[in-house]
């Protein structure tokens, strides 16, 4: 599913008009990039959780040379699937 799709369903779920159900889904995102960004998780309950992973820095290698390079620490999104989404999809929660 596309996010104009997503768009389309809300849309539709909830009878709005295509434009309002567009503020609504991008709202929605940008409130989850902003907690995440201020370093809180997003707990959707029955969904799931979105967090932010800390990576500590670290020496790697260049697979073509194999000469030894250093990878900067970064911050990465994480989101874990909560007891309903996984017991809809067939896996044990």
Known sequence: MTKAELIDSVANKAELPKQK??????????????????GDKVNISGFGTFSVSERKARTGRNPKTGEAIQIAASRAPKFKAGKILKESLGQPG
Do not use: R
């Open 21 to 38: 159900a567009e503020e609504i889904v991008n709202g929605l995102f940008d409130d989850i990039v902003g907690a995440l960004k201020n």
